[in-house]
């Protein structure tokens, strides 16, 4: 995880002057936490559970507070199953969120991580209520070396171009295919209705094995709160976070977990077109650390 000019990782490390844990190592642990996105819940039940394991250790070591902390936000992360569900043939993937957050490029990365492990893929355009979008995830398909179903004229109704790629994907012996999704309507209840009918037309076919929301990292709480709609009413089953180039705003995986009940499946940390990783809690509470 490259860092930005403030991480996690690199407040921590320069937390401890002082040979040994005081009421000034505390505070600053707590700035470190706020600042990286950890939200004052997280934050203060994490603080309190380092008290207490400093305390019953009896250490004023600053090395150990440092992988008791390393520790608990691996058990915290760990609590989440991160594996992407796909044993079903075509196992179909649909993808959620608010425009502006990366959908797109997303479901391109994505493919081109699936298509690593010798998977064939469709995507298919049902984002058909934003033209550039069907040509943006066109672009995309093609750097990642997939195919794609396009709505046959501008304005198709999306269920109906889920329905014709989730088709293809049985006749064609597609393994996994990625439904792109509208991210703004006129009415949040349009769009969860849209969404719903687009589920509904797939499953007459092939269950839906995944629903995966993308948030955008860097707008933390804020993001969530954007999301709110499709957590309630998408039947999400994981979340990718993507644009979590550095580790400015890692707790924010932490606390996302715990506020939605919902695993982060997959990362994004870059613009590339393999910068899209499985999510692993000991690696990244290694990462966020140090």
């Known amino acids: ?10 407040a921590f490390r320069g937390m401890f002057s ?7 190592t505390w505070d600053d642990l707590e700035t470190a936490l706020i600042t990286a ?26 090395a150990d507070l440092k992988r008791m902390l390393r520790e608990n936000i691996e058990e915290r992360l760990a609590k989440f199953d991160p594996t ?56 995309w398909a093609e750097r990642a070396k997939v195919e794609i179903v396009k709505p046959e004229q501008a304005g198709q ?3 109906s171009v889920a329905f014709q790629t989730v088709e293809r994907a049985i006749r064609d012996g ?16 349009g769009l969860m209705d849209e969404l719903t009918k687009v589920k509904r037309v797939i499953e007459k076919q092939a269950p839906v094995a995944e629903v995966l929301l993308v948030l955008d990292a860097t707008t933390g709480q804020n ?12 039947g999400v089953s994981g979340l990718v976070l993507t644009k979590l180039d550095g580790s400015a705003k890692g707790g924010f995986v932490l606390s996302v977990q715990e506020k939605t009940g919902l695993p982060i499946k997959l990362i994004g940390q870059g613009e590339g077109i393999s910068d899209l990783t499985g999510f692993t809690p000991h690696v990244f509470a290694q990462q966020l650390v140090g």
């Open 1 to 10: 995880m490259a860092e930005r000019s403030w991480s996690f990782a690199s």
């Open 18 to 24: 002082s040979p040994t844990i005081t009421e000034e």
């Open 37 to 62: 996105d950890f939200g004052p819940d997280v934050t203060e039940a994490v603080l309190d559970e380092l008290r207490a394991s400093v305390a019953k250790f009896n250490t004023t070591d600053p």
């Open 84 to 139: 992407l569900h796909l044993s079903e043939r075509p196992a179909v993937i649909l993808v959620v969120g608010v425009n502006g957050v990366g959908k797109t490029t997303t479901i391109g990365k994505l493919a081109n991580y699936l298509r690593n492990f010798d998977k064939r893929i469709l995507i298919g355009a049902a984002d058909t209520f934003r033209a550039a979008a069907v040509e943006q995830l066109a672009t």
């Open 157 to 159: 109704d999306p269920a």
């Open 174 to 189: 597609y393994e996994i295919v990625l439904v792109d999704t509208a991210g703004r309507l006129q009415t949040k209840g």
């Open 223 to 234: 993001g969530l709160a954007q999301a709110e709609a499709f957590i309630e009413h998408a």
